[in-house]
Protein backbone atom coordinates (compact mmCIF):
# COMPACT_ATOMS: atom_id res chain seq x y z
CA UNK A 1 0.00 0.00 0.00
CA UNK A 2 1.03 3.76 -0.80
CA UNK A 3 0.94 6.97 0.36
CA UNK A 4 -0.74 9.98 -2.05
CA UNK A 5 -0.08 13.23 -1.39
CA UNK A 6 -2.83 16.32 -2.22
CA UNK A 7 -1.12 19.56 -2.12
CA UNK A 8 1.25 22.60 -3.29
CA UNK A 9 4.12 22.42 -4.97
CA UNK A 10 6.53 22.42 -1.97
CA UNK A 11 4.39 19.85 0.12
CA UNK A 12 4.57 17.58 -3.32
CA UNK A 13 8.26 17.60 -3.83
CA UNK A 14 9.45 17.12 -0.54
CA UNK A 15 7.34 14.20 0.64
CA UNK A 16 8.74 13.23 -3.05
CA UNK A 17 11.84 13.37 -1.82
CA UNK A 18 11.06 10.15 0.21
CA UNK A 19 9.39 8.27 -2.44
CA UNK A 20 5.63 9.36 -1.42
CA UNK A 21 3.41 10.08 -4.80
CA UNK A 22 1.57 13.13 -5.45
CA UNK A 23 0.03 15.64 -7.00
CA UNK A 24 0.23 19.11 -7.48
CA UNK A 25 -3.01 21.26 -7.25
CA UNK A 26 -3.86 24.95 -6.92
CA UNK A 27 -8.05 25.28 -7.55
CA UNK A 28 -10.89 23.46 -6.73
CA UNK A 29 -11.32 21.45 -10.12
CA UNK A 30 -7.88 20.05 -9.90
CA UNK A 31 -8.44 18.97 -6.15
CA UNK A 32 -11.51 17.25 -6.81
CA UNK A 33 -9.97 15.23 -9.52
CA UNK A 34 -6.94 14.23 -7.63
CA UNK A 35 -9.14 13.15 -4.60
CA UNK A 36 -11.31 11.20 -6.88
CA UNK A 37 -8.34 9.65 -8.38
CA UNK A 38 -6.44 9.26 -5.30
CA UNK A 39 -9.97 7.29 -4.50
CA UNK A 40 -10.38 5.66 -7.40
CA UNK A 41 -6.53 4.26 -6.73
CA UNK A 42 -7.03 0.95 -4.34
CA UNK A 43 -3.41 1.10 -3.71
CA UNK A 44 -3.23 3.74 -2.15
CA UNK A 45 -3.98 3.73 1.60
CA UNK A 46 -3.06 6.89 3.11
CA UNK A 47 -3.91 10.03 1.45
CA UNK A 48 -2.18 12.96 3.07
CA UNK A 49 -3.72 16.28 1.98
CA UNK A 50 -2.65 20.08 2.93
CA UNK A 51 -5.38 21.86 4.82
CA UNK A 52 -5.53 24.43 2.44
CA UNK A 53 -7.06 21.85 0.06
CA UNK A 54 -8.76 20.38 2.35
CA UNK A 55 -10.73 23.60 2.73
CA UNK A 56 -11.32 24.41 -0.78
CA UNK A 57 -12.59 20.45 -1.08
CA UNK A 58 -14.17 20.24 2.63
CA UNK A 59 -17.33 18.27 1.85
CA UNK A 60 -16.00 16.15 0.05
CA UNK A 61 -13.11 15.18 2.66
CA UNK A 62 -15.64 15.24 5.48
CA UNK A 63 -18.24 12.85 3.95
CA UNK A 64 -15.51 10.23 3.16
CA UNK A 65 -13.89 10.58 5.97
CA UNK A 66 -16.68 9.64 8.21
CA UNK A 67 -18.42 7.01 6.21
CA UNK A 68 -15.33 4.77 4.35
CA UNK A 69 -12.26 2.68 6.24
CA UNK A 70 -10.33 3.24 3.61
CA UNK A 71 -8.08 5.19 2.64
CA UNK A 72 -7.39 6.94 5.92
CA UNK A 73 -6.74 10.82 4.98
CA UNK A 74 -4.66 13.23 7.31
CA UNK A 75 -4.82 16.51 6.81
CA UNK A 76 -1.08 18.86 7.38
CA UNK A 77 -0.55 22.16 7.59
CA UNK A 78 1.31 23.66 4.37
CA UNK A 79 4.58 25.61 4.65
CA UNK A 80 2.74 28.63 5.43
CA UNK A 81 1.33 27.05 8.87
CA UNK A 82 -1.52 26.07 10.52
CA UNK A 83 -5.07 27.22 9.20
CA UNK A 84 -6.34 28.92 12.09
CA UNK A 85 -10.17 27.45 13.81
CA UNK A 86 -9.06 24.03 13.12
CA UNK A 87 -11.69 21.71 14.39
CA UNK A 88 -10.33 18.93 17.05
CA UNK A 89 -11.00 15.39 16.38
CA UNK A 90 -13.35 16.05 19.08
CA UNK A 91 -15.63 18.35 17.89
CA UNK A 92 -15.35 16.31 14.60
CA UNK A 93 -16.61 13.52 16.20
CA UNK A 94 -19.40 15.66 17.53
CA UNK A 95 -20.86 17.07 15.02
CA UNK A 96 -20.77 14.24 13.08
CA UNK A 97 -22.16 11.55 15.27
CA UNK A 98 -23.85 13.50 17.21
CA UNK A 99 -22.42 12.56 20.44
CA UNK A 100 -21.25 14.12 23.32
CA UNK A 101 -18.57 13.17 25.76
CA UNK B 1 -46.22 -0.96 25.62
CA UNK B 2 -47.89 -4.17 25.97
CA UNK B 3 -46.63 -6.43 23.63
CA UNK B 4 -48.32 -8.33 21.10
CA UNK B 5 -48.38 -12.18 22.97
CA UNK B 6 -51.09 -14.10 23.85
CA UNK B 7 -51.56 -14.39 27.73
CA UNK B 8 -50.96 -18.15 28.03
CA UNK B 9 -48.57 -20.13 30.29
CA UNK B 10 -46.31 -20.89 27.65
CA UNK B 11 -46.06 -17.40 26.62
CA UNK B 12 -45.39 -16.42 30.26
CA UNK B 13 -42.37 -18.64 30.67
CA UNK B 14 -40.90 -17.53 27.31
CA UNK B 15 -40.85 -13.76 28.56
CA UNK B 16 -39.65 -14.34 31.64
CA UNK B 17 -36.92 -16.16 29.61
CA UNK B 18 -36.58 -12.84 27.30
CA UNK B 19 -36.25 -10.78 30.54
CA UNK B 20 -33.90 -12.29 31.94
CA UNK B 21 -31.96 -12.68 28.79
CA UNK B 22 -32.16 -8.32 28.65
CA UNK B 23 -31.14 -7.92 31.47
CA UNK B 24 -28.45 -9.90 31.09
CA UNK B 25 -27.52 -8.33 27.57
CA UNK B 26 -27.94 -4.43 28.49
CA UNK B 27 -25.71 -5.23 31.52
CA UNK B 28 -22.85 -6.71 29.14
CA UNK B 29 -23.55 -3.76 26.78
CA UNK B 30 -23.18 -1.16 29.25
CA UNK B 31 -19.73 -2.73 30.38
CA UNK B 32 -18.82 -2.30 27.18
CA UNK B 33 -20.28 1.11 26.21
CA UNK B 34 -18.25 1.89 29.68
CA UNK B 35 -14.84 0.67 28.36
CA UNK B 36 -15.31 2.30 24.89
CA UNK B 37 -15.67 5.76 26.83
CA UNK B 38 -12.84 5.16 28.24
CA UNK B 39 -10.63 3.85 25.68
CA UNK B 40 -12.19 6.59 23.08
CA UNK B 41 -11.21 9.07 25.84
CA UNK B 42 -7.47 8.00 26.29
CA UNK B 43 -7.23 7.93 22.21
CA UNK B 44 -8.28 11.64 22.00
CA UNK B 45 -5.85 12.80 24.72
CA UNK B 46 -3.00 10.71 22.49
CA UNK B 47 -4.22 12.02 19.25
CA UNK B 48 -4.23 15.78 20.55
CA UNK B 49 -0.31 15.28 21.74
CA UNK B 50 0.34 13.67 18.80
CA UNK B 51 -1.27 16.30 16.43
CA UNK B 52 0.49 19.13 18.18
CA UNK B 53 3.80 17.17 17.60
CA UNK B 54 3.17 16.59 14.14
CA UNK B 55 2.45 20.53 13.66
CA UNK B 56 5.26 21.63 15.07
CA UNK B 57 7.27 18.49 13.17
CA UNK B 58 6.03 19.65 9.86
CA UNK B 59 6.61 23.38 10.67
CA UNK B 60 10.41 22.74 10.80
CA UNK B 61 10.36 20.37 7.94
CA UNK B 62 9.49 23.23 5.50
CA UNK B 63 11.86 25.06 7.63
CA UNK B 64 14.52 22.89 6.49
CA UNK B 65 12.81 22.76 3.11
CA UNK B 66 12.28 26.46 2.51
CA UNK B 67 16.45 26.69 3.62
CA UNK B 68 17.44 23.80 1.44
CA UNK B 69 15.51 25.29 -1.39
CA UNK B 70 17.31 28.89 -0.98
CA UNK B 71 20.47 27.25 -1.19
CA UNK B 72 20.46 24.89 -3.62
CA UNK B 73 16.96 26.42 -6.03
CA UNK B 74 14.26 24.93 -6.45
CA UNK B 75 14.43 23.73 -9.77
CA UNK B 76 17.73 22.11 -8.69
CA UNK B 77 15.71 20.14 -5.84
CA UNK B 78 13.00 19.46 -8.19
CA UNK B 79 15.57 17.40 -10.72
CA UNK B 80 17.56 15.97 -8.06
CA UNK B 81 14.24 14.43 -6.93
CA UNK B 82 12.79 13.69 -10.27
CA UNK B 83 13.43 10.12 -10.37
CA UNK B 84 12.55 9.11 -6.48
CA UNK B 85 15.06 6.94 -5.39
CA UNK B 86 12.56 5.55 -2.46
CA UNK B 87 9.34 3.32 -2.61
CA UNK B 88 7.52 4.03 0.68
CA UNK B 89 5.45 0.63 1.38
CA UNK B 90 2.38 1.02 4.06
CA UNK B 91 1.98 -2.44 5.70
CA UNK B 92 -1.84 -2.79 6.83
CA UNK B 93 -2.51 -4.63 10.09
CA UNK B 94 -5.92 -4.77 12.18
CA UNK B 95 -5.65 -4.67 16.06
CA UNK B 96 -9.08 -5.37 17.75
CA UNK B 97 -10.23 -2.96 20.37
CA UNK B 98 -13.30 -4.69 22.05
CA UNK B 99 -14.62 -6.17 18.99
CA UNK B 100 -13.72 -3.53 16.65
CA UNK B 101 -11.08 -4.01 13.82
CA UNK B 102 -8.93 -0.78 14.04
CA UNK B 103 -6.06 -0.21 11.83
CA UNK B 104 -2.39 -0.04 12.20
CA UNK B 105 0.03 0.35 9.97
CA UNK B 106 4.05 -0.08 9.48
CA UNK B 107 6.01 2.37 7.15
CA UNK B 108 8.68 0.43 5.36
CA UNK B 109 10.91 2.88 3.07
CA UNK B 110 12.94 0.70 0.39
CA UNK B 111 15.22 1.75 -1.79
CA UNK B 112 17.93 4.78 -1.01
CA UNK B 113 16.15 7.89 -1.06
CA UNK B 114 19.66 9.78 -1.13
CA UNK B 115 20.71 8.69 -4.69
CA UNK B 116 21.21 12.14 -6.34
CA UNK B 117 23.99 13.56 -7.41
CA UNK B 118 26.63 14.98 -5.24
CA UNK B 119 27.91 18.13 -6.80
CA UNK B 120 24.73 19.86 -7.18
CA UNK B 121 23.33 18.65 -3.67
CA UNK B 122 23.98 20.43 -0.20
CA UNK B 123 23.89 18.74 2.86
CA UNK B 124 20.54 20.74 3.61
CA UNK B 125 19.14 18.84 1.29
CA UNK B 126 19.87 15.09 2.64
CA UNK B 127 18.80 16.75 6.27
CA UNK B 128 15.20 17.66 4.64
CA UNK B 129 14.97 14.13 3.33
CA UNK B 130 15.90 12.37 6.81
CA UNK B 131 13.47 15.05 8.15
CA UNK B 132 10.10 14.41 5.67
CA UNK B 133 11.11 10.14 6.43
CA UNK B 134 10.23 11.01 10.40
CA UNK B 135 7.44 12.92 9.47
CA UNK B 136 5.78 10.46 7.39
CA UNK B 137 6.27 7.92 10.44
CA UNK B 138 4.60 11.12 12.61
CA UNK B 139 1.48 11.17 10.42
CA UNK B 140 0.97 7.56 10.15
CA UNK B 141 0.77 7.32 14.13
CA UNK B 142 -1.50 10.17 13.71
CA UNK B 143 -3.90 8.59 10.67
CA UNK B 144 -3.90 5.40 12.72
CA UNK B 145 -5.10 7.37 15.83
CA UNK B 146 -7.72 9.41 14.51
CA UNK B 147 -9.40 6.99 12.51
CA UNK B 148 -9.17 4.64 15.29
CA UNK B 149 -11.31 7.68 17.14
CA UNK B 150 -13.44 7.67 14.74
CA UNK B 151 -14.50 4.31 14.48
CA UNK B 152 -14.54 4.00 18.45
CA UNK B 153 -16.91 7.24 18.49
CA UNK B 154 -19.20 5.12 16.23
CA UNK B 155 -19.00 2.30 18.30
CA UNK B 156 -19.98 4.36 21.39
CA UNK B 157 -23.29 5.73 19.66
CA UNK B 158 -24.63 2.31 18.53
CA UNK B 159 -23.61 0.66 22.02
CA UNK B 160 -25.13 3.42 23.07
CA UNK B 161 -28.41 3.14 21.72
CA UNK B 162 -28.86 -0.89 21.92
CA UNK B 163 -28.55 0.60 25.96
CA UNK B 164 -31.04 2.87 25.88
CA UNK B 165 -33.48 0.67 23.86
CA UNK B 166 -33.03 -2.34 26.30
CA UNK B 167 -33.16 -0.44 28.88
CA UNK B 168 -36.02 2.26 28.12
CA UNK B 169 -38.11 0.02 25.78
CA UNK B 170 -37.54 -3.42 25.58
CA UNK B 171 -36.94 -4.36 29.71
CA UNK B 172 -40.22 -2.22 30.11
CA UNK B 173 -42.43 -3.36 28.24
CA UNK B 174 -41.12 -7.00 28.24
CA UNK B 175 -41.69 -6.42 32.06
CA UNK B 176 -45.38 -4.47 31.69
CA UNK B 177 -46.30 -8.23 29.56
CA UNK B 178 -45.51 -9.90 32.31
CA UNK B 179 -47.79 -8.55 34.47
CA UNK B 180 -50.39 -8.27 31.85
CA UNK B 181 -50.60 -11.91 31.58
CA UNK B 182 -50.38 -13.14 34.77
CA UNK B 183 -53.26 -10.65 35.77
CA UNK B 184 -55.02 -12.28 33.07
CA UNK B 185 -54.39 -15.53 34.23
CA UNK B 186 -55.57 -14.92 37.57
CA UNK B 187 -58.71 -13.69 36.19
CA UNK B 188 -59.54 -16.53 34.36
CA UNK B 189 -58.59 -18.91 37.62
CA UNK B 190 -61.12 -16.51 38.92
CA UNK B 191 -63.62 -16.90 36.94
CA UNK B 192 -63.20 -20.60 36.43
CA UNK B 193 -63.69 -20.83 40.42
CA UNK B 194 -66.95 -19.20 39.93
CA UNK B 195 -68.45 -20.75 37.43
CA UNK B 196 -67.17 -24.00 39.24
CA UNK B 197 -69.53 -23.17 42.25
CA UNK B 198 -72.09 -21.91 40.50
CA UNK B 199 -72.43 -25.47 38.49
CA UNK B 200 -72.02 -27.20 41.56
CA UNK B 201 -74.40 -25.09 43.14
CA UNK B 202 -76.99 -25.97 40.36
CA UNK B 203 -76.47 -29.80 40.36
CA UNK B 204 -76.96 -29.82 44.17
CA UNK B 205 -80.27 -27.45 43.90
CA UNK B 206 -81.20 -29.59 41.16
CA UNK B 207 -80.41 -33.15 43.41
CA UNK B 208 -82.02 -32.04 46.32
CA UNK B 209 -85.22 -30.72 43.87
CA UNK B 210 -85.66 -34.24 43.19
CA UNK B 211 -85.27 -35.51 46.44
Redesign the interface.
Known amino acids: ???FIIGDE?AV????????QGRTVKNFKEAETAFNHALENEDI??I?ITEKIAQLIRPTVDRF??TE?FP???E????T??VSGRM???E??NT????K? | MILAINPTRMELLRLKKRHVLAIRGHKLLKDKQDVL?RK??EI?EE??KL?IQ??NE??S??QS??IA?GVVGGAA??SL?AV?????????KTKTIMNLKA?E?EVE?T?N?YNYGDEKSSIL?DM??KK??NL?NT??K???L??T???L??E??KT?RRVNVLEYILIPNINETIKYITMKLSEMERSNLTRLKKVKAMITSKKGGKK
Open positions: MKYDLGFGMVGVGIILFRLIIIPDRGPGIRMAAIGIL | VFLITKRADIQVFYSEIEFPGAQTEVKFPFIGPVCVFGLLLLAEETSILAEIER
